[in-house]
């Protein structure tokens, strides 16, 4: 399985575009790489999953260059209510699997 | 429509017990699986069932955790003589057996049961 990288923890204010940047160099070509989103008490949410350029929902965006070497996760405008982890997944799109999840980005938006 | 949920919510139980965790997933997603999240870290993957059987055990940490699924529905996490290092939220997933187009890998968690053993 490719093995991702992404920062331990992230800052932000109400109103801004944050960007969450995860590395998997080593990632398959029948890999896709998926974004969860995990509340304090909650279980994992999914957010977003792409395979190549950008994927765009009511959510959050996803870019992937073409080396499809990183990843990054964008968050329009965020809230308070964005207060999460946010987790980087690589691997087959087969639907029923095992998730490998790293320890995610600890992101924390503030007034 | 309802998620999938779990019971208890919290475990406290004292080592060397045994232990039940319930999980009641989306009706009609075929496919289940439970995993197990420690302070700080990401969940851990402990084992996957299609249908009734399970499909991939690599997870369980050793033979004092099983799970069945006997119906296809609920499942039922259980660990024998519980060991101070099991205490962590257990988390379940369920997905459908039809995929939705760009989210092949979406599992839908619970909330999840924290198990405290003392």
């Known amino acids: 399985l490719a093995k991702t990288t992404q920062p331990i923890s992230m800052d932000s204010y109400e109103g801004q575009e944050v960007n969450i940047t995860c590395s998997h160099n080593n990632i398959a070509t029948n890999d896709y790489i998926t974004w969860y989103q995990q509340f304090p008490s909650q279980g994992p949410r999914f957010i977003i999953q792409g395979y190549k350029t950008k994927v765009t929902n009511e959510v959050a965006s996803l870019f992937i260059p073409a080396d499809r070497k990183s990843s990054t996760l964008s968050l329009p405008r965020v809230s308070l209510s964005d207060t999460a982890v946010y987790y980087c997944l690589v691997g087959p799109d087969t639907g029923r699997r095992a998730l490998t999840f790293g320890s995610g980005t600890r992101l924390q938006v503030q007034p | 429509g309802a998620g999938v949920s779990q019971t208890p919510s919290n475990k406290v139980t004292e080592k060397g017990k045994y232990v039940e965790l319930r999980c009641d997933p989306i009706s009609g997603h075929t496919a289940l699986y439970w995993y197990r999240q420690s302070l700080g870290q990401g969940p851990e993957f402990l084992i996957y069932f299609q249908g009734t059987g399970a499909a991939d055990d690599s997870g369980l940490p050793n033979d004092r955790f099983f799970a069945v699924r006997p119906e296809g529905s609920v499942s039922t996490l259980k660990i024998q003589r519980t060991e101070r290092g099991d205490s962590a939220v257990y988390l379940c997933?369920?997905?459908?057996?039809?995929?939705?187009?760009?989210?092949?890998?979406?599992?839908?968690f619970g909330p999840g049961t924290r198990l405290t053993v003392l």
């Open positions: 997933a369920s997905s459908p057996n039809r995929r939705t187009s760009g989210r092949g890998n979406e599992q839908f």
